[in-house]
């Protein structure tokens, strides 16, 4: 089945500079592929998906890259802002359990004035 | 207008008492899940429901029941409550079209403490 690890478990930036999160996945089926995040004592929601038809998506600062041949994926987020602070979730979808998403431990992304 | 409503948001109670969490969507999805988030924050899938019925059923105790009246709600009913069942609770629902997964809108969250 499919396995996704996600690193690091937290991650401490200066405000205004880039933010890093990967993800790798053991599917090479797997073709969708979001983005959580979940502030302090809120719900996840969803800030940026990618399919498998696509390397690379962007939407503001932040953005999704992919490489199905190594089976990562990558949410960027440039000009950090305290606002960014909160855990992010990765996934991928398992097309053999009736596309379930396997989530990623999280991330937990500090924003340090 | 709440999407995914979930009650209660806070729910305090003692080892081995039966307790139920509801949730609603008003999105006129198909799909409706039900997530267990520990302390750790690992957010961990329970069950599936699809138009009513069972598609996903991960290995959680049998204390945990699911029920589905209709494809608006999927309750939650755990027997016999333990401490590791302490956790925050999550609702969610998406709109599963054909073999693309849509989003997943997830309900605040019923924080649930065993003592």
């Known amino acids: 089945g499919e396995n996704v690890e996600q690193h690091p478990s937290t991650l401490s930036v200066q405000e205004g500079d880039s933010a890093v999160i990967k993800c790798t996945y053991s599917d090479s089926a797997s073709n969708y592929f979001p983005w959580y995040k979940q502030e302090l004592g809120k719900r996840p929601q969803l800030i940026i998906d990618?399919?498998?038809n696509v390397g690379e998506k962007k939407d503001q600062r932040i953005a999704v890259t992919l490489n199905k041949t190594a089976k990562h994926f990558s949410l960027h987020i440039t000009e950090t802002q305290p606002e960014d602070s909160a855990v992010y979730f990765c996934?991928?979808?398992?097309?053999?359990?009736?596309?379930?998403?396997?989530w990623g431990a999280g991330t937990k992304l500090i924003i340090k004035p | 207008d709440t999407a995914v409503s979930q009650t209660p948001k806070y729910l305090v109670t003692q080892m081995g008492n039966d307790k139920s969490i509801k949730c609603e969507q008003n999105l006129g999805h198909d799909t409706m899940y039900w997530y267990k988030q520990d302390s750790k924050k690992f957010l961990k899938i329970m069950f599936s429901y699809n138009n009513k019925e069972l598609i996903i059923n991960e290995t959680v105790p049998n204390r945990f029941s699911p029920k589905s009246p209709d494809k608006a709600h999927l309750n939650l009913h755990i027997n016999s409550l333990e401490l590791g069942d302490s956790a925050v609770y999550f609702c969610a629902s998406t709109l599963q079209e054909g073999e693309a997964t849509g989003e997943l809108f997830f309900g605040e969250g019923s924080r649930l403490t065993v003592l």
């Open positions: 996934a991928a979808e398992n097309s053999d359990s009736n596309y379930q998403l396997i």
């Open positions: 990618i399919r498998s």
